[in-house]
C-alpha cells in the first residue's frame, strides 16, 4: 500500500504538470524516463527518488518543496484529506478547476476582474 506522503507527492506533481500545461510523456522526456512511469509517481504506486524529483522539478520550473506543500509531517497525512468547507476535497488535484484557473488566467486583466466579481456575486446568491 503506497505511503500517504508518496501518494501526496504525486498529486502535486500532476497539478503542477497540468498548470504548465505538459503532457505526461513530454514531462518523461525531459527527465528522461518513460511517460509510466510519470502514471505510477502520479498515483503514488511508485516513490520519486530524490534526484528524480530534483530533475522533475527543474523541468517543470517549480522547487522541490513545492511536492510537500500540504503535508502534515507529523503524521503523514494528506492535507487533501482534511474536508474542504465546499468544493473536492483536492481541489488543487482537480482537472476541472485547474483548466479553468488556467483559463482565467488568459483573460485580459481588464475583462478578468469583471468575470471575477461576477463569480463573487454569483457565489453570494447561492
Avoid: C
Avoid at 494528506?78 to 488543487?92: I, K, M, N
Amino acid at each position: 500500500m503506497p505511503h500517504p506522503v508518496d501518494i501526496h507527492v504525486g498529486k502535486r506533481i500532476r497539478h503542477r504538470r497540468w498548470l504548465v500545461g505538459m503532457t505526461q510523456q513530454q514531462l518523461a522526456e525531459s527527465v528522461g524516463i518513460k511517460f509510466q512511469q510519470i502514471q505510477k509517481y502520479e498515483t503514488g504506486a511508485n516513490r520519486v527518488s530524490a534526484s528524480r524529483l530534483w530533475d522533475i522539478a527543474a523541468s517543470m520550473d517549480v522547487d522541490v518543496a513545492f511536492f510537500f506543500e500540504g503535508v502534515d509531517a507529523a503524521n503523514g497525512q494528506d492535507a487533501a484529506q482534511v474536508p474542504a468547507r465546499s468544493g473536492p476535497a483536492d481541489l488543487l488535484g482537480d482537472k476541472e478547476a485547474l483548466d479553468l484557473v488556467r483559463s482565467y488566467y488568459a483573460i485580459p486583466e481588464n475583462q478578468r476582474r469583471r468575470l471575477f466579481d461576477l463569480a463573487r456575486v454569483l457565489s453570494d446568491v447561492a
